[in-house]
Every structure is written in C-alpha cells, then in structure tokens.
C-alpha cells in the first residue's frame, strides 16, 4: 500500500502527534520525517510499512485517499507466534512513552526464549511490567515487586491477560491452534486496569525468586 504525505500529515492530525513523535516510533530522525511530508524525499517500501505499522498499533489506518480511527473493536491473532505478535504491538504503543502492560494469570515458566528476549527489549526500552501470578510461583524473572499472589481462586491455568494502552488481549492455549483475542476499547480497558489494581492492592508480594533465567 503506497500513502501519501498528506495521509501521513492527516493521521498525524488524528493522534495530535508532532513529527517528533512519529520520528521516534519508526526510528527516524524528525527532519526525514519533514522531508516525506514535504515530498522532498520519497519513503523506501520499509519506511512507508514502519509508519503504517506504527499508525495502525495506535489505532489508525489509512483508506483510499485519506485516514480515520480503526473500526475494528476485535482482532485474532493466530499460530505459535501469536503472543510474540501482541508483544510486538505492545511495544510499538509503549515503547515512546515509556508505558506499563500488566499480566494477569501468567506463568513465566512457559515463556519460550523468543518471549524472554522481546521482554528483556521492552525492558530495555522503559516499559514497565507488572504480574499478578499464581499463589506460591516463586518463577518469577523480574523484580520482586512487579508481582503479586493473586487469590487461587482467581488463578486458571492457562488463562493470560494482558492490559496495554486501551487493548485488552487473552491468550487461548487450549485450542488446536493458539490464538491472541485482543479487544481494543480506552473503556474496556480501563475497567481491566482498575479490577487489576484492585487484586493487586489485596495482593501478597513473593518474598524470593527460584528462577534460573532473568530478565
């Protein structure tokens, strides 16, 4: 898909992003971002798909001859690199502002090596983290005080949440195939962010870590 410079001026409008901001989502300099917009300089096919990406995590997408809000409430991701996929996302939206992404129901004995390092790259970037975790996990990567027991009762093997930004993404295992179910609504996501703080808040701190791998 080729866009244009005033489509990328438009959804910059959209997110009231200067061209600083959408300099340091695509890991460009600000004055090539002026010089696109300016049409001094024509986009390689990898810069237009960095800035389309980065418009889209953040909820915009370009249309034939001009941009507007997502209309899609709903997206799957599917296959053995769905989550890896989410995190990817997760990144795109966090990583400028230095956000938080909270878990709940996670387990990180299941995380596989790619995980681990997309999490140590988030980490690296500024992102914050915080787990509510099974009672008793004591496998538990990062600092201490970015987790907490939650209630057993409240704990199901296998069901992970995630809360970024205004998306709320579950993790479905239990399928043939793996899926990423993520609802992207600011007021959805903010009563997941205020039931997290909640059971954080009543939570317990674990008091050690028996993990052999660290972020």
Not at 139 to 150: A, F, K, Q, T, V
Not at 186 to 194: D, P, Q, S, T, V
Request: glycine letters at 6%; proline letters at 5%.
């Amino acid at each position: 898909m080729l866009i244009t410079p005033d489509q990328i001026r438009a959804a910059r409008a959209l997110k009231n992003w200067s061209q600083a901001d959408l300099a340091r989502r695509v890991d460009m300099a600000t004055p090539s971002i002026g010089n696109i917009e300016a049409g001094k300089h024509t986009p390689t096919p990898q810069t237009q798909n960095a800035i389309i990406e980065a418009f889209e995590a953040a909820g915009i997408e370009f249309i034939d001859g001009g941009v507007r809000h997502r209309q899609d409430l709903i997206r799957i991701y599917e296959g053995d690199d769905c989550y890896l996929r989410l995190l990817d996302d997760a990144f795109r939206i966090l990583a400028p502002e230095k956000g938080e992404i909270l878990f709940s129901g996670s387990d990180e004995r299941r995380s596989p090596p790619e995980v681990v390092e997309k999490f140590r790259a988030m980490r690296r970037s500024g992102i914050r983290m915080r787990s509510l975790v099974k009672p008793g996990d004591t496998h538990l990567m990062g600092n201490l005080d970015e987790y907490r027991w939650m209630p057993g009762s409240l704990f199901v093997d296998s069901d992970v949440k995630a809360i970024f930004g205004s998306t709320v993404a579950y993790l479905i295992s239990w399928q043939d195939v793996w899926k990423v179910v993520a609802v992207k609504d600011e007021a959805i996501a903010n009563e997941a962010r205020r039931i997290f703080e909640f059971v954080w808040s009543q939570a317990k701190m674990p008091e050690k870590s028996t993990a052999d791998v660290l972020y």
